[in-house]
Antibody, heavy 116, light 110 residues
């Protein structure tokens, strides 16, 4: 059974870059879409983007200028970088593997707060 | 402002049936599959329905999905207090080239 686990700093300063990693266990990173999704406190879900196992990416147009998602096949993990963060980027960040094209298997999520 | 529109809240009594709607457009729901997610308080979203009508293994048949035109619907029968959660629809939007979610619907089982 594949499992995903997010890791990274829980506190990031404004204007800096948020960096998270999603470690995939119990399955290969090949042949799937690997997404990042976030949820601000008390609000709904927002898709950030995905990386396919070939390395191709697709990003939410509203975040595209600040987002980079990459994968490391040798380490079986994928990563998120979000630059120039503000308080509006404070959220729980989830990584997920697709199930027939849309997010299906989710990590537990990690809270990231943007504050000085 | 979400691309997909869901009612903010729905409610029903235990044992009853409830439906949650998800309204979109020709660039998303009408031409792409829909997934539904259940998020119990303080937990991770869980996939309930994929490909608009299919249930992953382990999801009881009390949960069902349907789609017609630019709208999709999640149905839940035999409501239980444990079904109280936020429910989200999601799909691919071909114009945005992005996954889009509804704003979520809070289900209260009275």
């Amino acid at each position: 059974q594949v499992q995903l686990q997010e890791s990274g700093p829980g506190l990031v300063k404004p204007s800096e870059t948020l960096s998270l990693t999603c470690i995939v266990s119990g399955g290969s990173i090949s042949y799937y879409y690997w997404s990042w999704i976030r949820q601000p406190p008390g609000k709904g879900l927002e898709w950030i983007g995905y990386v396919y196992s070939t390395g191709s990416t697709n990003y939410n147009p509203s975040l595209k200028s600040r987002v980079t998602i990459s994968l490391d096949m040798s380490k079986n993990h994928f990563s998120l970088r979000l630059s120039s963060v503000t308080a509006a980027d404070t959220a729980v960040y989830f990584c997920a593997r697709d199930h027939w094209g849309l997010p299906g298997i989710w990590g537990q999520g990690t809270m990231v707060t943007v504050s000085s | 402002q979400s691309v997909l529109t869901q009612p903010p809240s729905v409610s029903a009594a235990p044992g009853q049936k409830v439906t949650i709607s998800c309204s979109g457009s020709t660039s998303n729901i009408a031409n792409n599959y829909v997934s539904w997610y259940q998020q119990l308080p303080g937990t991770v979203p869980k996939l309930l329905i994929y490909d608009s009508t299919e249930r992953p293994s382990g999801i009881p048949d009390r949960f069902s999905g349907s789609k017609s035109g630019t709208s999709a619907t999640l149905g839940i029968t035999g409501l239980q207090t444990g079904d109280e959660a936020d429910y989200y629809c999601g799909t691919w939007d071909s114009s945005l080239a992005a996954v889009v979610f509804g704003g979520g619907t809070k289900l209260t089982v009275l």
